[in-house]
């Protein structure tokens, strides 16, 4: 049974920083792209930033050179380390798993369950 599990969501300032972390059981995240989501209520789930088997990552617009995605083939574990946070970045994150190396949405086949962000400003 494939799980994943984020952790490290939190209340933190305008200015902050913070580590999530998706541990994965299941499936081997060396061999899948590993994605980050947000979502707002109301709104559609946003890409945030994946990672390849590769290493290659990719970064929303939005967040790009204040986060960084990245992977403990070790610990079979994603982090997605969050700088600068601003008020926008307020969010429920998601970690999800694919098998393609260019995934759509549809393509992510396991989800966690999400983890709360809160940023004051």
């Known amino acids: 049974q494939v799980q994943l599990v984020e952790s490290g969501g939190g209340l933190v300032q305008a200015g902050d920083s913070l580590r999530l972390s998706c541990a994965a059981s299941?499936?081997?995240?060396?061999?899948?792209?590993m994605g980050w989501f947000r979502q707002l209520p109301g709104k559609e789930r946003e890409f945030v930033a994946r990672i390849t088997w590769a290493r290659n990552t990719y970064y929303a617009d939005s967040v790009k050179g204040r986060f960084t995605i990245s992977r403990d083939n070790a610990k079979n574990t994603v982090y997605l380390q969050m700088n600068s946070l601003k008020s926008e970045d307020t969010a429920v994150y998601y970690c999800a798993s694919a098998p393609q190396l260019s995934p759509r949405l549809s393509d992510y086949e396991y989800w966690g369950q999400g983890t709360q962000v809160t940023v004051s400003s």
């Open positions: 299941g499936l081997t995240i060396s061999s899948r792209t």
